[in-house]
């Protein structure tokens, strides 16, 4: 073989072996999924059962992967078809092949941030709640439906979303729907300090009373430090045995939440929530109230306030009064308010 055949072969290798290279290392470390100028944070949900193809799909479906080809290459030289594990991964914007794979193929997860608060219904908390994890809504309402399931944490069926305190939690979306329970639990417990518990007995009431009455405090008032004293209020008229007559609980037994005034034959509705009709705390709450709203409970003003009715200015706020004839007085001026803006139901 002559000299200059030798310098073309030797040649033609090394821009060969050159390009090679230099693909091999696009193909590794050049941004490939979220690539596009722009594009935000892609959360990728594998569900038990998934393949290779079906994550492919998904990816595909959201326009993730800009080159599908180099992404298959190395995908099966790192043999991820064989390792395709479940759960939720964050594709970040301009994520390079090997380290999306290496991410996915270890089965690094992460973390799901979940914020629930002005839920209702027992129906919503479920769907709400049950949606966001692979178990789904069905799996978490055989739960709290399970009167076993409700007991073991010192419920009902009623009383279980006591459990739910509003806040932004972190779990992982394959989270298996007993362990978010026992979560729950755990925070349920974190919350119920002995302090808590001692201002609870101080007031005669469990921590579930506590945590009904605020509901109805929440749903009465949103000015959180007008929340003291309507709490204030619901405990001198319990302890005097006077009816609540809470109007949001009534709105809450006919289950119509765009009510903006209660009129008097809606106010005969027969169900225990009514608490013009019954004595006492309705059976379970109205809604999740907040942590802040139940340490307003706790932290109740001391005061000789038995009414209050929205200020007839509409500025958010309450006017408080002691006696009948004084409520009878600031309820009227309220009830013309609302026939002045033509607000009828």
Known sequence: MSRNVKIGLFLTVSILFTTFTFYFWQIIKTPNLQAKEGDKTFALL?????????????????????????????????????HVKVGRYEIKPRLGNREALVKLR?????????????????????QRLG????????????????????????????????LFL??????????????????????????????????AEALGMTQTQVQVLASVVKAETNKVDEQPRVAGVYLNRLKRGIKLEADPTVIFALRDFGIRRLLNKQLSVDSPYNTYRYAGLPPGPINLPP??????VLNAEKHDYLYFVVD?????????????????ANARLYQQALTKMRIMK
């Open 46 to 82: 594998i569900p038990s059962g998934s393949t290779f193809e079906s994550v492919m799909d998904t990816l595909k479906a959201h326009d993730v992967v800009d080159d599908e080809v180099s992404f298959r290459f190395l995908a099966k030289l790192m043999k991820y078809p064989e």
């Open 106 to 126: 270890n089965g690094s997860q992460d973390p799901l941030p979940v914020t629930f608060n002005n839920i209702r219904l027992k129906s919503d908390l479920i």
């Open 131 to 162: 949606s966001k994890f692979e178990f789904g809504p069905e799996a978490l309402g055989e739960r709290l439906n399970d009167p076993a399931t409700c007991a073991k944490f010192g419920f009902d069926t009623t009383t279980i979303v006591c």
């Open 166 to 199: 509003p806040n932004t939690y972190e779990f992982f979306w394959t989270i298996k729907p007993d362990a978010f329970l026992e979560r729950m639990g755990s925070e349920y417990k974190k919350f119920w300090t002995p302090e808590r518990k001692a201002k």
């Open 291 to 296: 942590p802040a709203t139940i340490d307003a």
């Open 312 to 328: 007839a200015r509409f500025n958010g706020y309450h006017t408080f009064s002691k006696t009948l004839s004084e409520h009878i």
